[in-house]
């Protein structure tokens, strides 16, 4: 019984599925095993609070992002709802956000009870500077959550520019950017805070999980309170603002109960140890894939900036006007061949939502809610193709995905392609 459904799913190609997650290391298993054991699964419930993964998360995280303080809660959507929070955005204030980024960010925004101001995107999917500042100047803004959405990141030190001239404070979201960095410096090291996510579609694998990093202390005291420690539970954190400021905002801070498992840390940390080889390999994967990509006539890679550090965990290709018949329907189409060739990747643009794309057009719940020309021009045909799980890729995984490209093509846009 088992075997014949298993047969009926197995993919008509042995290409790997591109979305399987890669095995957890060993120390993760380990770690997991010794917290289901010990049946301590909640942070403070320890005698010595060091004993506490998410507290040693914590440590290893805020040295890793190179700051003072790190918050470890149950999702990056939280820890940006708790880091607009923390900085005590008003209500029903404006809050600047690149519109090319997923729904819990400006959702986030929304929990927060602020209003998000959408700025457009670029032909590269970054945030366009251009209608950043006219957007700073026409709403009053004096937030900025800026997504680096699918790890592509943008002139940093315009944006810090922009930001200081125009007296906005920025928050970046880093749920998909963990190891990118602009100019040398890592992303996460330029917002008043930044957040991270631990969900398994990004580089690290916690099932669900985000951290919150910032220098500021007030903001991490507020955040350690209303993540959900109470009373003298701020004592188990390990970077901890000064006792008298926890104090002085423990009875008008909110308790919203959104702390991090040890079960989570405890899959976590082991993880954060692996990483500069992970971001290794997946540049090299990234850039087989681009490599191959660019021989292909009708599809391309968007540039990337000079002084971005990659890290390649997901790879986006366009579909070129010059594809004879190309449209919404033929797109699906196209999507579909690969799907039977064994590929499956994602389109940004797709006039419907599935998963994870959906498109600024599909939010609203945003009142005001006005037209973005570029970026609706720039995620039209806009496909993803994730790459964070990089167990089996190697050089012939890359060359058949741009097989199946090419074969998709060539059966959906004919004599347009060098099939
Ligand atoms: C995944 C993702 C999020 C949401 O992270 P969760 O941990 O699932 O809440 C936010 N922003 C970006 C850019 C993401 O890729």
């Known amino acids: 019984m088992l075997r014949s459904v298993a047969a009926l799913t197995r993919l008509p190609s042995s290409l790997p599925s591109l979305g399987r997650p890669d095995n957890l290391p060993p120390a993760s298993l380990a770690a997991a095993a010794e ?4 049946a301590r699964l909640h942070r403070y419930q320890h005698d010595d609070p060091a004993a506490s993964r998410v507290a040693q998360l914590e440590v290893a995280f805020a040295a890793l992002a190179r700051r003072r303080y790190c918050c470890a809660v149950n999702s990056c959507g939280s820890a940006m709802f708790l880091a607009l929070r923390a900085l005590e955005v008003p209500q029903g204030a404006p809050v600047l956000v690149n519109a090319h980024t997923l729904t819990p960010v400006p959702s986030a925004i929304v929990h927060a009870g602020a209003r998000p101001v959408l700025v457009e995107a670029d032909a590269m999917g970054l945030a366009d500077l251009g209608d950043l500042e006219t957007k700073m100047k026409s709403s009053g803004a004096a937030f900025l959550l800026l997504s680096h959405m699918r790890g592509r990141v943008c002139d940093m030190d ?3 520019r922009l930001c200081g001239e125009h007296g906005v404070l920025l928050i970046e979201d880093c749920a998909h950017a963990l190891g990118s960095t602009w100019a040398g410096r ?4 330029f917002g008043a805070v930044a957040v991270f996510s631990c969900q ?3 580089l690290i694998n916690g099932g669900e999980g985000g951290l919150l990093v910032t220098d500021m202390e007030e903001v991490a005291a507020r955040t350690i309170l209303m993540s959900g420690s109470y009373g003298h539970w701020v004592t188990f954190h390990p970077l901890l603002p000064p006792r008298e400021l926890m104090d002085s905002l423990h009875d008008t801070t909110p308790n919203f109960s959104m702390r991090m498992s040890e079960l989570t840390a405890a ?3 082991p993880q954060l140890a692996m990483l500069d080889a992970k971001v290794a390999k997946l540049n090299r994967v990234y850039r087989q894939l681009e490599a191959g990509i660019g021989e292909i006539d009708g599809v391309s890679v968007p540039p990337r900036l000079s002084k971005e550090g990659l890290v390649g965990s997901s790879l986006q290709f366009e579909l070129g ?3 004879a018949g190309l449209s919404e329907a033929t797109c699906q189409e196209f999507l579909d061949e690969m799907q039977v060739r064994g590929v499956k990747v994602a389109w940004f643009g797709r ?3 599935l998963g994870f794309t959906s498109t600024f057009r599909h939010w609203q719940y945003i009142e005001g809610g006005e037209a973005l020309p570029k970026t609706e021009q720039m995620q039209r045909f806009l496909i993803d193709v994730p790459l964070y799980h990089t167990l089996t890729w190697n050089r012939s995984t890359s060359d058949r995905v741009c097989d199946v490209i090419k074969a998709a093509l060539s059966k959906v846009f004919g004599s347009t392609t060098t099939q």
Do not use: D, F, H, Y
Not at 35 to 38: F, G, M
Not at 186 to 189: A, I, L, N, Q, Y
């Open 267 to 269: 899959v976590v940390t």
């Open 158 to 160: 315009e944006v810090v």
């Open 186 to 189: 890592p992303c996460g090291e």
């Open 35 to 38: 917290a289901l054991t010990s």
């Open 351 to 353: 006039g419907q939502w």
């Open 321 to 323: 006007a010059e594809l």
């Open 200 to 202: 398994t579609n990004k």
